[in-house]
Structures are given as C-alpha cells and as structure tokens.
C-alpha cells in the first residue's frame, strides 16, 4: 500500500469462526504523523508483528483507515478505509 503523504493509519486484524464470525478483533498498529517530501526521508511503509489466533480460528481479515497530508498545491488530504465486517469500503 502506498499513500503519498501518509499522515495516519490504524489496523485490526478480525479472527473469524467457520461461519464468518468475528472471535476477536486486535490491534495490529496505529502510526501517525509521518510527512513525505523532497527532503525528507520517505517514512515506514511496513511493520512487523506476531498474533496469537484464538481456537476455532478459520480465517482472518483485516479493518484499517487512514489519511493523507493535504496536497502542496493547496487540495485535501485523502481518507481511506475498510471495514469487512460491514462490506463498506472507500
């Protein structure tokens, strides 16, 4: 995934049962306040971590959102997120 500008982005990982029903939902990470520009390093675009998936775990998916820094040229930043839990994404 590559947002330029990336200024916040927050994710859960959602364990689910055979039936598709959520066993838990767990922070996977929340990263704020990196900026990107001509001068400036490019900031972290992965991260690591390790889960343990509780019993009768079958699948897993993912809810996140984010936004983007307002462009240079005065426009908006970008929001983006998705929640599979309710289908609705943008």
Known sequence: MYYPGLRQFYMEVLFLNAQGGVLERTNVTLQTGYTWGDMEN????????????????????????????????????????????????R
């Open 42 to 89: 490019a900031a972290a675009s992965s991260f690591n971590t390790q889960l343990t998936t509780p019993p009768q775990t079958t699948a897993m998916a993912f809810y996140y959102n984010g936004k983007t820094q307002s462009g240079k040229d005065g426009g908006m930043g970008t929001s983006f997120w998705s929640d599979p839990v309710s289908g609705v994404n």
